[in-house]
């Protein structure tokens, strides 16, 4: 027979490790690079940027098309890998908590 009370008592547990987890997302960080390393961005587990890091060579006025399309590049890469962590971070709280569900994906759960 299905056990109602121990499933609520292990969403209360994952939601209590899911919280924990999203608060110590600030402290995970991505670096993403583009232009062979002259533009990199720092991102933190709460998609925000941190740090915005442009080679000199790139700080002219010709450049400026070019220097905007690099940090766009920089910064959109260090999301695509901060969200990789992301996941890794929350899938690894809940490991064991909430139920592997054939057909069932979660993975938004963390988005």
């Known amino acids: 027979m299905f056990d109602i009370m121990g499933m609520m008592g292990k969403i209360k ?3 209590s490790k899911i919280k924990d987890a999203q608060a ?3 402290h995970l960080t ?3 690079e583009s232009g062979a390393g002259l ?3 720092t991102v933190n587990g709460n998609r925000k940027v941190l ?3 442009i080679d000199e060579s790139l700080l002219t006025p010709n450049d400026k098309e070019m220097l ?3 940090v766009v590049a920089a910064t959109n890469i260090a999301m695509d ?3 990789v962590k992301i996941k890794a ?3 690894s709280a809940t490991d064991g908590v909430i139920p592997n569900i054939p057909g069932m994906d979660l993975g938004g759960m963390f988005g």
Request: zero cysteines.
């Open 89 to 91: 971070a929350m899938k």
């Open 51 to 53: 740090k915005i890091d």
């Open 68 to 70: 905007s399309d690099l």
């Open 30 to 32: 991505a670096e993403g």
């Open 81 to 83: 890998a901060i969200e």
């Open 24 to 26: 110590k997302l600030v």
């Open 13 to 15: 547990e994952a939601q």
């Open 39 to 41: 533009v990199k961005v």
